[in-house]
């Protein structure tokens, strides 16, 4: 599977010192969804998680998953905007 590159980093703040993330593909991505989530299992994580899969196996398109991604990230309260 290759990493899905997104048209736009996504930026999310994570850890307790709140350390800036620069997401800028699926690979990214899934490596947090999966490892470093606070809301792990909502269904926007869930939603978030399932897109970038698609978008790596090239069923979506990168952006698709990168929404999911932004909106999972707002749910979770770590979005940067």
Known sequence: ????WF???VVVS???????RHL???QQAIELLTTHWRDAGSLKH???????RQATSGD????IAREALIEAAREAHILVE
């Open 1 to 4: 599977m290759q990493p899905a």
């Open 7 to 9: 048209s736009k980093p």
């Open 14 to 20: 994570v850890g307790v010192a709140g350390a800036t």
């Open 24 to 26: 800028s593909n699926t």
């Open 46 to 52: 869930q939603s978030a998680l399932r897109a970038c």
């Open 60 to 63: 979506v398109p990168p952006d």
